[in-house]
Structures are given as C-alpha cells and as structure tokens.
C-alpha cells in the first residue's frame, strides 16, 4: 500500500523531494527563529515558489481562470517583522513559514523566501507605521493611476528579485515579466502602499476600520453628500476610495476597458454599487451570500 501511495504521488509530480523540512525553530527546548524583511517581500499562501513563478517548464506563472496567481497574498514592506514557525528546503531554496500581526494567516499558512529576510533568535521590533498627510495619501494613489491590476499586490514598480531568485527559462512578454515580478495594485493595496503600510492590508479588517458613516437607507445622491475624502466604501472584497466630492479611486479587474487603478466619478459609482448592494451602518458580523450590502467608513484623523 505504501509502495503503491508514493507511485501515486511520483507520477502526480509532488516528488516529496522536492519539499525537505528543516529542524523546527520552534519545537521544545529550542529558541525560536524571527525574522524582518529587508525588502519588498512577497508572502504567499504555498511554499513552492517555483510552482509558481516558473512551474514545470520553467516559464509558466501559475494563474488562475482570471488570470490571477492566488498564492500571493501581499507584499510585506521593508521592516514587517516576522515570527518563523518552520523552515523548509523547496526545490533547493530555503521557504520559513511565518507569522505576522500585520497580515492574518490562512489555513495554509504565511510562506517567504528565505533570501528576502534577516533572521535572528530574538525578535524584531514591530514595523515603524508613519501615517503620511491627506493629501499626500491622496496624491500617491493618483500617481499610479493606469496601473495594472495585480492580486495580493502593493508593490506598483514591482518585485525585480523575484526574476533573479527564480529567472524564467527564455524570454517573457513584458505582460508576463510584469506580473512574474508582481508589477501592480489590488483594491486594498493601493491604499496601504499609498498610506505606507498604515491602514489594514485586507478588506475583511476595513470594513470594521475607523468610524462608520450613516448611510443606510439613503439614494446615492444622498450618501454622496455626506462623504468626504478618504472616505471607504467597502465590503468584504472591494474596497472603493474617496478622492474628492465627484470623484473615487480603485484598483479592479472590470473597473476600466484596461483594468487596474481607475479613477471614477462618484455618484455613478455609489449608483453602480447599489444596484447589487444595500447600504450599511455597520457591516453585519456575519455574512448570507443572498444579501449583499456595503459601508462607508471614515478612519483618517
């Protein structure tokens, strides 16, 4: 039976290895293992980064239906202090599982390449979070406006390491070098690179961020009245910013012809939401698919 289960994993690729676990960093009697990132480092829900950036033919990013990698989750800024709870040997590269405060981990885990980070046996002070002025925030998100739409991204100039660590085998279009480099923006993303990692990096935690807004029962022309810059209108998976009393920024997939950071009049977007989406005091704690609603949040001091 055992002989038979390994031929069944052999022939399905998953040759174990491939994947060699390290002595645990956090196991008894032993100190555990921290560490920083030193760069731009992209965290991803898998350990195997070549499946990934490269997969079988050395190529191919691994993507989705849409056209999305799926096993980024985001960008960690220089300085986010990690705590490491594994360390394992993938295809000759050395992957730490970690943890973060800044970043809930999923089921799978929080996975980073070894080469981004500084490790030590005592831990890292927290990242240093500056908040930047209103309109500083305001103009950062405006600069990158065009910007391609990205998954799990926060890095608009990209991850230049990532075709080092793990080069591609022959030439790439620039479209896929782009994204083999995480070169973009997702909604949230745009407004942590804009706040310098400031502000939650995920819907699911803005939707609760800062102070509502009473908007429930109200038209859009109403809501918009009320809203002033900054402001979020968000849900769990999309968050839409307020850039002034007409217009909004975000980054999506649909929101432009191109896709991407795309600024918008207001009230036409307050219209579109409302069409599949109710207006909220408070995002409910818990979610029915059948009933889609949306909040305003304002957190900017």
Request: include cysteine; charged fraction near 20%; proline fraction near 9%.
């Amino acid at each position: 039976m055992t002989k038979n289960l390994f031929g069944t994993i052999a022939k399905a690729g998953l040759l174990l290895s491939l994947i060699a676990i390290l002595p645990s960093t956090g196991s008894a009697g032993e100190r555990p293992l921290f560490a920083r990132a030193d760069k731009s480092t992209p965290v991803l829900n898998t350990p195997d980064f070549r499946s990934v950036f490269g997969g079988g033919d050395g190529r191919t990013l691994k993507r989705d239906a849409s056209g999305l990698i799926r096993e980024v989750e985001f960008i960690a800024l220089p300085g986010t202090a990690f705590v490491v709870e594994t360390s394992l040997k993938v295809r000759g590269a050395t992957v730490y599982r970690v943890r973060t405060p800044e970043y809930p981990s999923p089921a799978s885990g929080l996975f980073v390449d070894s080469r981004f980070v500084s490790v030590s046996a005592k831990p890292f002070p927290p990242r240093v979070k500056i908040l930047p002025r209103a309109r500083q925030i305001l103009d950062r998100m405006l600069s990158h406006e065009g910007a391609r739409y990205v998954w799990g991204g926060n890095a608009p100039g990209g991850i230049p390491e990532l075709l080092t660590f793990y080069p591609p085998a022959g030439a790439l279009s620039p479209a896929t070098k782009n994204m083999w480099s995480l070169r973009g923006l997702d909604c949230s993303g745009l407004l942590y690179e804009a706040t310098g990692g400031a502000t939650p990096r995920n819907t699911s935690d803005l939707v609760t961020f800062g102070k509502p807004v009473a908007v429930a029962g109200l038209t859009p022309g109403q809501i918009a009245a009320k809203l002033r810059p900054l402001d979020l209108i968000v849900w769990k998976g999309h968050v839409i910013i307020v850039l002034d009393e007409e217009h909004t920024i975000e980054s999506c997939m649909g929101c432009s012809p191109r896709g991407g950071v795309t600024v918008r009049d207001l009230r036409a977007v307050l219209r579109e939401v409302m069409r599949t989406r109710t207006p909220e005091n408070h995002y409910p704690a818990q979610t029915i698919p059948s009933r889609k609603t949306f909040v305003v949040r304002r957190w900017f001091p």
